[in-house]
């Protein structure tokens, strides 16, 4: 297993693990991340802001899942913890957590809060956030894009 940061021959791979696992759900829907513009090429996207990155996982040459860190809009202290996706054959291996800590180590070099948004049925996904000390908001931040989400989470970084 590698950790590394998205590359631009990466950006078809990270897409159809995406849109297949929010596919899978019942989640390819307007308000969610299946739409998302960047998903074309999140290289371009992440490279292109400041203090943001995204992070593959890679076993035997595949990339099997993801994260990201980007600002969260005009908030200048706070950043969006984004498209945490993986392989359903790698679920419960721990890479989750992995990512989480490369990402949240990465963020709290730049911000003081991490926002994320998902949804109460991924209660695996709500599990991992909150052993990481992600507390659950009564509402999203203003400027939210992901209409179908019905729960926003907010940790404070050292």
Request: aromatic share 12%.
């Amino acid at each position: 297993m590698i950790i590394r940061e998205i590359k631009k021959q990466d950006n078809k791979m990270v897409k159809e693990l995406i849109q297949r696992s929010l596919k899978s759900l019942g989640l390819a829907i307007p308000g969610s991340a299946y739409f998302d513009p960047q998903l074309n090429d999140l290289y371009q996207y992440y490279n292109n802001l400041k203090h943001a990155n995204y992070w593959v996982v890679e076993m035997e040459g595949e990339v099997i899942g993801g994260i990201g860190i980007a600002p969260f809009h005009e908030h200048e202290k706070v950043c969006e913890l984004q498209k945490l996706y993986l392989s359903p054959k790698t679920q419960g291996l721990g890479f989750g957590k992995k990512l989480m800590e490369t990402a949240l180590s990465f963020a709290s070099t730049h911000y003081e809060k991490c926002y994320l948004e998902t949804m109460h049925e991924l209660e695996t996904a709500c599990i991992l956030y909150e052993k990481f000390g992600f507390i659950l908001l009564h509402e999203p931040l203003p400027g939210s894009d992901h209409s179908a989400m019905d729960a926003w989470y907010m940790k404070e970084l050292n």
